[in-house]
């Protein structure tokens, strides 16, 4: 090899971007929340956990009132995380701040919100990683196709079901599969 295919090369493993690690197991995920802190997915083992991206300024932001009314009837062996994401139509553009404070005024949420992420993507999150890749969640490989999408984890830390961003949170599918 020439010293120049070699500086070439070496230049081009610089260029390339990091590979991100995709933790094994769904309890391996810490995250940021909306307010700074950590959440930390090793606490939700012995729960169930609905992942769903959601958004401030989408059609499907009321979804936000059901996924409040399931997080507290459900609360003692579930929990909701939601991870904004301005993927879709630029329908989360606020910041952390603005979005916390969107939910609380608009949908009093007092279930975990992760600080904003993209779902979607060369600079998907690593948990959507997870989520949508059949190699890291063992079920199925899924596109997250809008804002709103369900996924169901269960108390062993499986992925056990996706819901379509349409499929209301209160619906008979959702509850049935919360329930079993």
């Known amino acids: 090899m020439s010293l120049t295919t070699i500086i070439l090369l070496k230049f081009l493993l ?3 971007p ?9 309890y391996d995920f810490k995250v940021t929340a909306l307010d700074g802190r950590t959440i930390d997915f090793s606490q ?3 729960k169930k956990i609905l992942i769903v991206n959601t958004a401030s300024k989408c059609g499907n932001t009321p979804q936000y009132a059901e996924l409040e009314s399931i997080y507290k009837k ?8 939601g991870f904004p994401a301005n993927n ?15 939910c609380n005024k608009n949908y009093s949420v007092s279930f975990p919100m992760a600080a904003k992420i993209s779902v979607k993507g060369d600079d998907m999150a690593p948990i959507y990683q997870w989520l949508t890749q059949k190699k890291y969640n063992g079920y199925m490989d899924s596109d997250v196709k809008w804002n709103f999408q ?23 599918e959702v509850i049935a599969a919360i329930e079993k």
Do not use: C, R, W
């Open 74 to 81: 459900y609360s003692s062996n579930m929990v909701i995380v």
């Open 88 to 102: 879709f139509g630029a329908q989360e553009p606020g910041t952390n701040e603005e979005i916390a404070t969107f």
């Open 44 to 46: 939700y083992k012995g």
């Open 14 to 16: 610089f260029l390339a």
């Open 18 to 26: 990091a590979k991100t690690t995709v933790p094994q197991s769904i």
């Open 150 to 172: 369900k996924y169901l984890i269960n108390e062993q830390g499986q992925l056990v079901a996706v819901f379509d961003p349409k499929t209301k949170p209160m619906s008979s």
